[in-house]
């Protein structure tokens, strides 16, 4: 009888423990979870990357093209090969936002996440504060008719911004920040590739890592 | 293991306390609205629970006022967030012993 009792204290004891072990571990989880939550921005979609990318390559073509089909054949400053391309960039560029802001607000709603929220006002602060210093300079230098580093510096600017926005959305951004900046330096080493150096950072990285991103976040 | 007991800290043994701690944790500071947002829960229960954290001293309260409209802001106390780790690291401890 005794005896009894006493396995039955026993089970008692462990099965209570077991118990408050799982509350604790589901106390730990949600700890993480509200941390995650209230300090970055999740919402960021993958398939956007994707399409910056295509968007990139398209516009790289269509810039390639105008160059081996203008009377010289290489680029010069004002002429009007130059604007166009000024202006290819500029699409490129405003595309890649207006999809990437249509995806991301489309995927924070199904999150429940509010696009305008804290987190997304400081990881677009953090990202846009290098990306447009970069991008004056590079306008800056232009003007002083120094373009020979353009695509080094775009891709140099634009990683720093990336490694910088990365502690506010997911960390693996920091990844595609660190390649377009050895790209970018690469691309310094080696002038007169910039034009390749570009579709690579641009185009191909893009691709990639939005396909990494998709299927590892996207996809549920 | 009674050791790690005595750092379960009883002010952190409810969902919402400790969801306002952990936001407070990570960030500088949260207004009302965006704690209700995060927490999902009602005005009524987060306010009382604030105010068992305030009391504690884990919580401070800024009132301002942005425009016309009071904005009141919470900050974690350098004491919150030393028995907030507290805790944490019990939590652990307890989760790998048994």
Redesign the interface.
């Given at each position: 009888m005794l005896r009894d009792t006493k396995i039955f204290i026993y089970f008692a004891i462990q099965s209570s423990?077991?118990m408050?072990?799982k509350n604790?571990?589901k106390?730990?989880s949600?700890?993480k979870d509200?941390?995650n939550?209230?300090?970055k921005f999740i919402s960021l979609s993958g398939l956007s990357g994707i399409m910056a990318g295509v968007y990139a390559l398209i516009g790289a073509g269509y810039a390639y093209w105008l160059v081996e089909n203008s009377k010289r054949g290489y680029l010069i400053l004002d002429g009007r090969v130059f604007r166009l391309i000024l202006l290819d960039l500029f699409i490129v560029a405003a595309l890649s936002i207006l999809t990437a802001i249509y995806l991301t607000s489309k995927k924070a709603k199904k999150n429940n996440e509010?696009i305008w929220?804290?987190t997304s006002i400081r990881l677009l602060k953090n990202f846009l504060i290098p990306l447009l210093s970069g991008g004056i300079y590079i306008l800056i230098i232009l003007n002083q008719q120094r373009y020979g580093q353009t695509g080094a510096l775009m891709l140099l600017f634009y990683g720093i911004s990336l490694v910088n926005a990365s502690n506010f959305t997911f960390r693996n951004i920091k990844y595609l920040g660190y390649s377009e900046i050895l790209l970018g330096l690469l691309s310094a080493i080696i002038p007169g590739y910039g034009f390749w150096f570009w579709v690579i950072g641009f185009g191909f990285f893009h691709i990639i890592y939005g396909s990494i991103m998709y299927f590892k976040y996207d996809k549920e | 293991m009674k050791n790690i007991i005595l750092h379960i800290n009883k002010a952190f043994d409810h969902?919402v306390r400790?969801?306002i701690m952990?936001?407070l944790?990570?960030?500088e500071c949260?207004d009302f609205n965006?704690l209700k947002?995060?927490?999902g829960i009602t005005d009524g229960n987060l306010a009382s629970h604030i105010k068992a954290l305030e009391k504690l001293e884990y919580l401070l309260v800024k009132k301002q006022f942005i425009g016309r409209k009071p904005n009141t802001k919470y900050y974690a106390t350098k004491l919150g967030k030393v028995e907030f780790k507290k805790h944490?690291n019990a939590?652990?401890k307890?989760?790998r012993n048994?």
């Open positions: 423990l077991k408050s072990n604790y571990l106390d730990i949600e700890i509200l941390m939550k209230s300090s509010n929220n804290e | 969902r400790l969801g952990s936001i944790m990570v960030n949260a965006r947002e995060l927490l944490i939590l652990e307890l989760i048994t």
